[in-house]
């Protein structure tokens, strides 16, 4: 067996950490997420790998590669360090910047938008619809691919919208649309 043909090498391109686009669909990100991303992938090119690539180096001049931990891990991370810059590279590539600022004052929901809404046993919940490659849920983010966003998208302040979820459909109502403003950090 070939160094780097266990299962670190099965789906190669794909980085576990975040869903595929569904099918046709554009790369929707805000400008932050983008800035973020690209922030990532500048490091990844100028510092991480750099600085891996010397210790592998390093390593491999001290002889025996197949007991070598320092060579193994090396090579490991580098293979990890160059998936996920090809993975950045690509969601860069096709990337389509949308800047929500753009909506600020409006209350209909668009990409971008901050929306609370209730559900029919009255809890409020407050989320900010983002890119794929940027939505942390822990932070209150949705993707704009997620049910619950694709059933807001377009729904204004006052709106009734029907989400489906593992229990079946809900229905909530959108009490609130809200956008940065222009120039304001997301």
Avoid: C
């Amino acid at each position: 067996m070939r160094e780097g043909d266990g299962d670190d090498a099965v789906d190669e391109d794909d980085s576990p950490a975040l869903p595929p686009l569904p099918a046709g669909a554009r790369n929707y990100i805000t400008p932050q997420g983008y800035r973020r991303l690209r922030e990532e992938l500048l490091r990844l090119l100028d510092v991480e790998r750099p600085r891996m690539v010397e210790v592998v180096s390093w390593a491999a001049s001290n002889g025996d590669r197949s007991e070598n931990g320092d060579y193994l891990y090396g090579k490991k991370r580098l293979r990890e360090i160059d998936r996920r810059i090809r993975f950045l590279t690509r969601r860069l590539d096709i990337a389509e910047v949308a800047d929500p600022s753009a909506h600020h004052g409006r209350d209909q929901v668009f990409f971008g938008a901050t929306v609370t809404y209730a559900t029919a046993r009255g809890e409020q919940r407050t989320i900010t619809i983002k890119g794929i490659d940027e939505a942390d849920a822990l932070a209150g983010e949705v993707s704009w691919v997620a049910p619950v966003a694709r059933a807001l998208i377009k729904a204004r302040t006052g709106d009734e919208v029907q989400v489906p979820t593992p229990g079946g459909v809900e229905v909530v109502e959108v009490l609130a649309v809200w956008y940065p403003g222009p120039g304001a950090p997301g």
